[in-house]
């Protein structure tokens, strides 16, 4: 075989196994990826997604990554988003979850920040939101 031949076969080849290394990443990072729950990142001064879009019966799982034990307190901070009822304390390194069991628009902030600087949305089923959330 000849080095012309060889490197076309290479490249032929080799062209599949590279792209099964994509993971296949979208430009909306606020999905669950279908593996668990979907996870919300705790960090120091915000959540991580802010917005988050899961489907009716998803339980969502809080993780917290600071050496800061924070909150994650139910908030309604526009007339279209569901009144209900959470207060979770996560400790440094520990996570707390929720079932969100109906649609709707599900807002939170932590207690120790305030809603001006951290908070989030869990936006359930076909639930949207416009505008800005207190802490954007």
């Known amino acids: 075989m000849d080095r012309r031949t060889f490197l076309r076969s290479a490249v032929v080849l ?3 196994l590279i792209a099964g290394c994509n993971d296949g990443g979208g430009e909306n990072d606020d999905e669950s990826d279908g593996g668990g ?4 990142t ?3 001064e915000s959540f991580d997604p802010r917005r988050l879009d899961v489907d009716e019966g998803t339980e969502v799982e809080w993780v917290n990554e600071t050496d800061t034990d924070h909150t994650i307190v139910s908030g309604r901070f526009r ?15 520990g996570s707390g979850v929720h079932s969100f069991d109906s649609a709707g628009i599900y807002e939170y902030h932590c207690d120790v920040h305030g809603a001006q600087s951290m908070c989030g949305v869990v936006l359930v089923g076909d639930a949207t939101l416009e505008g800005d959330l207190p802490c954007e």
Do not use: F, K, R
Not at 79 to 93: F, I, R
């Open 14 to 16: 080799s062209t599949p």
């Open 37 to 40: 729950n979907p996870t919300v």
């Open 42 to 44: 705790v960090g120091e």
């Open 79 to 93: 007339d279209e988003s569901e009144e209900w009822d959470l207060e979770l304390e996560v400790e440094s390194g």
